[in-house]
């Protein structure tokens, strides 16, 4: 695999990934509800989160959900599958921004990452993290580096033996580092998860 070359140039990005085995990025459908989705599971566990949206899911139409379909749930029913006020609020916010804009999974596909970035950003609820990982797990972006993901930096801190910078150097050094990875950034992110998750 075309990544897997460019990454093995970092010796311990290699290490890495002959832990891991290759890994694959995925595109998948429908962006606003996998916006709402990624607002629900925020601040929870995942077991938590799944139950929640999967009585989402089961408000919703099988097949081709629309922003229309989400807005019709009222605030009162999305607490009453476990959602706060304001995640309810945040979902309902996604729902009438891409309602209102007409945007679909096709306006993105022609748009630069920070194009995209600033236009999720502009929903409230929804900060750069949550349109990072919009840009890796829904639009299957390849050059996506997520600063200030905590699993990332705990990551990068044991591999790469970053454990005694503060915070402004530990984010420059894991900029400067990510730049090596580039056009391939985003597989790095799966990869440092992945092993992240084996270390356990």
């Not at 290699?14 to 599971?41: D, H, M, V």
């Not at 748009?111 to 829904?138: N, P, Q």
Request: hydrophobic share 45%; glycine share 4%.
């Amino acid at each position: 695999m075309e990544y897997i070359e460019h990454l093995s140039r970092d010796a311990r990005m290699r290490a890495i990934i002959r832990q891991t085995g290759p890994l694959k990025l995925a595109r998948r459908k429908n962006t606003c509800l996998f916006l709402c989705r990624s607002i629900i599971a925020q601040q929870l566990s995942t077991k938590v989160a799944a139950v929640i949206e999967d009585r989402l899911l089961a408000l919703l139409p099988a097949a081709n959900v629309t922003p229309e379909d989400i807005l019709a749930i009222s605030p009162v029913t999305l607490r009453s599958i476990g959602l706060s006020e304001t995640k309810a609020g945040y979902v309902h916010n996604v729902a009438r921004y891409f309602s209102e804009l007409s945007i679909t999974d096709r306006t993105f596909s022609l748009m630069e990452d920070e194009s995209v970035i600033s236009i999720l950003t502009e929903i409230k609820g929804v900060g750069r993290w949550t349109a990072e990982m919009t840009l890796i797990f829904s639009l299957g972006r390849k050059n996506v580096f997520s600063l200030d993901d905590y699993g990332i930096q705990q990551s990068m801190i044991a591999v790469y033996r970053l454990g005694q910078l503060d915070k402004k150097a530990l984010r420059a050094r894991m900029s400067a580092i990510s730049d090596r990875w580039s056009p391939f950034r985003s597989y790095a992110c799966l990869h440092l998860w992945k092993v992240r998750d084996l270390q356990r």
